[in-house]
C-alpha cells in the first residue's frame, strides 16, 4: 500500500517547530547538553523521529508481505496437448514407441530455460470380454525451471477390441459320401490372434 510521504513528514515538522518555540520562550537559556531545555528538546525530536521510524517500519514490512503475496500469485506449467482418443486391435501394442497410431503428448515450455518430462501411467478397465478394455492413459509434463517444478496432466483414451474371429485349420472339404462310408471325423484346429484356444 502507497504511503504519501508528504504526510510523514509531518513529524518531523512538528518536531522543529515545537524545538524553535522552546528556544523563543527559554529566551537567553542556553541549550546545553545537560540543560532541561536541551533535554526536552531531545526527548520531543527523539518521539517524532521514532513515530516516524516506526511507520517507516510498518510500511516496509506491508511491501515485503505485498510482495510476497504477488509472487506466490505467480505460477508456471507448461501446456500439454494429448493424442486422440483411439480403437486398437487387441493384438496391437499398447506401448507409444511402438504402435506409433497411438501418439504421444507434447508440451510447451513456459519459458525457453525451463526442461520438460513427458511420462505417462496407464489404468486398464475390464470390458465384457477378456480381450476387450479400456485403458485411460495420463500424460504428465512435469517442467523445471531452475529448483522450481511445475507439472500438468491430460488424458488419452484407448479402447481396446477383439473383432477378428479365430480361424479354423483342418477343415475337411465337402464330399458326397454312401451312409455306410461315413468317414471319421477330422482334427480341426484353431488359432487367435489374441488368445489360446
Known sequence: MKKNYFYKSIPFLLAFLISC????????????PSSPVYSLQYKVVSFFAGLFQSELKIDAVQKDEN???DLSSLSFAPTITCPSD???????????DINLTLGKATAIPTDGTCTIDISYTDVTTAGACPNSFIITRTWTAEET???NTAST?????????????????GVPANADVDCESIPVAA???????CSAI
Do not use: K
Request: hydrophobic share 30%; with cysteine; proline share 8%.
Open 86 to 96: 483411439i480403437t486398437i486391435e487387441c493384438d496391437e501394442s499398447i506401448d507409444p
Open 21 to 32: 518555540s522552546l528556544y523563543a520562550r527559554t529566551l537567553n537559556a542556553t541549550p546545553t
Open 187 to 193: 482334427i480341426v484346429t484353431a488359432t487367435d490372434n
Open 145 to 147: 525451471c531452475g529448483i
Open 153 to 169: 496432466s491430460c488424458n488419452q483414451t484407448i479402447n481396446v477390441t477383439d473383432t477378428t474371429p479365430p480361424v479354423l485349420s
Open 67 to 69: 510482495l510476497v503475496d
